[in-house]
Nanobody, 125 residues
Framework: QVQLVESGGRTAQTGDSLRLSCAVSGVTFRIYAVAWFRQTPGNERGRELV??????????YYEDSIKGRFTISRDNDKKTLYLQMNDLKPEDTAIYYC????????????????WGQGTPVTVSA
């Protein structure tokens, strides 16, 4: 059984730092592309891709609004995905989800079959 369990979300203040974790089990983690998505209340577009590490050559992607502030990383030995979030802003308030897929394009489109339950991040001004 594949499981993704996020942790680390909480209420923070503008300028604070948080590190989200996503523990993965039930798959050969190292061969999967991994990503963080977020969904804000009332966003009709649904979950938006925040950052991603591809399955080949560890190519990374960052959404424009978080470039230079967030860093995605993975520990294949611990089967864990991380998102280091620095200089948090109120607009970063969202539920953050981790997801994995064997296929980069599937993951990038948000069509992964494997998702965590989400961890909430609230950033106050």
């Amino acid at each position: 059984q594949v499981q993704l369990v996020e942790s680390g979300g909480r209420t923070a203040q503008t300028g604070d730092s948080l590190r989200l974790s996503c523990a993965v089990s039930g798959v050969t983690f190292r061969i999967y592309a991994v990503a963080w998505f977020r969904q804000t209340p009332g966003n009709e577009r649904g979950r938006e891709l925040v950052s991603m590490i591809g399955s080949v050559a560890d190519i990374t992607y960052y959404e424009d609004s978080i470039k230079g502030r967030f860093t995605i990383s993975r520990d294949n030995d611990k089967k864990t995905l991380y998102l280091q979030m620095n200089d948090l802003k109120p607009e970063d308030t969202a539920i953050y989800y981790c997801a994995i897929s064997l296929y980069d394009n599937e993951l990038r489109r948000g069509e992964s079959p494997y998702w965590g339950q989400g961890t909430p991040v609230t950033v106050s001004a």
